[in-house]
T-cell receptor
Framework: GESVGLHLPTLSVQEGDNSIINCAYS??????FIWYKQESGKGPQFIID?????DKRQGQRVTVLLNKTVKHLSLQIAATQPGDSAVYFC?????????FGPGTRLSVLP | AAGVIQSPRHLIKEKRETATLKCYPI?????VYWYQQGPGQDPQFLIS???????DKGSIPDRFSAQQFSDYHSELNMSSLELGDTALYFC????????????FGSGTRLTVV
């Protein structure tokens, strides 16, 4: 497998617990945010998005929270499953392209 | 459902050689983006094209060039390859009319030896 994530922040959670992955963004003009999941050897996979006129958005087992005051984004995963193990990136868009934040490796323990 | 197709999946080149990576976007997507992800690194934006014209430019080295063709596929041409070019190269496409939804390809893993 690829060596992505040797120095990534790591979050380890027990299967069935909830996970919270945090992300700080830098551009106060960013108006659109996406969370991506990346499994080893694969491209980023879209999870959920949120626009800057919202504070919270829910999907299937996932919730994204946006705090524009402190430029902070979080991804909450309910009832974490082994298949959720991956590297998670947040990405912000204030213009033409997305800027990725540092990834976080989520490890789900049996 | 059709996805973003990238070829080749893996490529090994020697220093100073050239490489061409190809990206085929989702049908009716008119915008293509290229990203480079080095080992242990976040994806870094290289360049994007909209309707066959370059729309934005990121940290793409001068040794690299890219274009989008009439069928909307895109090619990333890399010359005088260096060891530091070893990375996973992703292409993403998005649909027209302001829809920001991105779909990524699986990437091309380039190894320069």
């Amino acid at each position: 497998g690829e060596s992505v994530g040797l120095h990534l922040p790591t979050l380890s959670v027990q299967e069935g617990d909830n996970s919270i992955i945090n992300c700080a963004y830098s551009n106060s003009a960013s108006d659109y945010f996406i969370w991506y999941k990346q499994e080893s050897g694969k491209g980023p996979q879209f999870i959920i998005d949120i626009r800057s006129n919202m504070d919270k958005r829910q999907g299937q087992r996932v919730t994204v929270l946006l705090n524009k005051t402190v430029k902070h984004l979080s991804l909450q995963i309910a009832a974490t499953q082994p298949g959720d193990s991956a590297v998670y990136f947040c990405a912000e868009n204030g213009g033409q392209n997305f800027v990725f934040g540092p990834g976080t490796r989520l490890s789900v323990l049996p | 459902a059709a996805g973003v197709i990238q070829s080749p999946r893996h490529l090994i080149k020697e220093k100073r050689e050239t490489a061409t990576l190809k990206c085929y976007p989702i049908p009716r997507h008119d915008t293509v983006y290229w990203y480079q992800q080095g080992p242990g690194q976040d994806p870094q934006f290289l360049i994007s094209f909209y309707e066959k014209m370059q729309s934005d430019k990121g940290s793409i080295p001068d040794r690299f060039s890219a274009q989008q063709f009439s069928d909307y596929h895109s090619e990333l041409n890399m010359s005088s390859l260096e060891l530091g070019d070893t990375a996973l190269y992703f292409c993403a496409s998005s649909s027209p009319h302001g829809d920001y939804g991105y779909t990524f390809g699986s990437g091309t893993r380039l190894t320069v030896v």
